[in-house]
């Protein structure tokens, strides 16, 4: 995904200009774009747009619709739409288009699906006001602008109606997704809403000269200068994202990492302004077991993570998150995970199962996650009201687990393709460390069970 970064100093708008052309004249000699080496010539439709080989047009039900053609090659289109005014550009050649000239801050993806591919639209917010939206398909890139203040429904009704003059199939209700900056290790985002964007950036340290494990400093630059930083218990990050997950003005940081081989945790952070916030950890930290030990002198600091696992993906209002669960043998799941109503603070979600990939049609995932019974112990088959028992010996894989209480349901499917399921328990005390099926060791329920670590 292409992350672009703020684009530079103060500007002018190219486009405004041409409010008050009428069709069919050429470019007005006294706006301030005439000597400009670019003539912007008025025309009377969009058929005109053919010769710049790009196809645009006004949403269909837009109102004061005005078409314009830049040097032969650039298509515009102002027009205003549900009270709001657009301006609207796309051009084969060059992809520098929007004449946008302001500070803009990314601030989202905008994934619209189309007849058989979707387009990512990348919105910017511009130092004070205006949202600028840029896409490219098929080496074609469109720019929508709005210098106003608009609300995210109007912008994304104007976006999917200058969409679907060009693609077919446009589905008018596009999900908006993260920023994400892992890749360049930077971006620029308004993450306190004030309007001006903060340098974000994660780099990772290493943690030799203070015997210590490689750890990532996440850097915040406020629009002051200030730099703000936290550093966290990752030594790279498999994901760092942008967004605002709760649609409050203020954008969260998401970042995953790995802590030591396969270990995977998450941070979100806050700005206010001041200072960065990090998410109340999921469970409180126990750090009864702590010793006291003499660190090398200046010995960063890291911090807690806010919870375990990965973040696959940041969705409108929930996390995909992947865990490593140690039920009847390792797997990695995913499940889900919300945001408290009234703390900053995520948490599994505690009715969404972790689900394990499993294709029960591919050998290798048989080979690598099957299990062979070795004692018959209660299950309830799917569809049946009654516990049953697997003949010794049955082959079955799990593909779910979810929490009933303090049991764990374990989902399972026999290599004969029937499902059901097995109630666990786990047990963690001084003396005894497990699961337990009907009160039998897993151990002796199963011929192997594959333990990581
Ligand atoms: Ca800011
Ligand atoms: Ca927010």
Redesign the pocket.
Known sequence: MIVKIAKGALALLLALGMAGCTSGTSTPTDSPIANLPNPMVSVDSADAFSAAGVNIDAPADATDVSYYIISGTLAGVQFTYDGEEYTYRASAKDSNISGIYYELTAQCIVMVECDGFCVDATVYAAEDKGKLVEWEHDGIHYALWHAGDTDDEKLTAALTGVMARTFNGVQSDPVSASLDFSKDGECEVDLD?DGLAEKVSIAAQSGEQYMIQDYCTLSVKDASGAEHTMNLQIQWATIATA??????????LFISGDMESDDFVSYVI?FDGSELILAAPEVPYDNSGDMLIDVEPGTPQTEEPSFYGYIDTVNDGSLTVNQTLDILGTRGGSTTYLMDADSFRFAKDPSAPWVFRFDTNNAEDWEYMGMETSAEFPVRMDGTQEDATLPIGTEIAITEISLDGEEYVCRFVTRAGEEGTIRVTFVNTDTDYGCYINGVSEYDCFTVLHYAG
């Open positions: 809403g967004y605002d997950f709760d649609a409050d003005g203020r954008t969260e806050r």
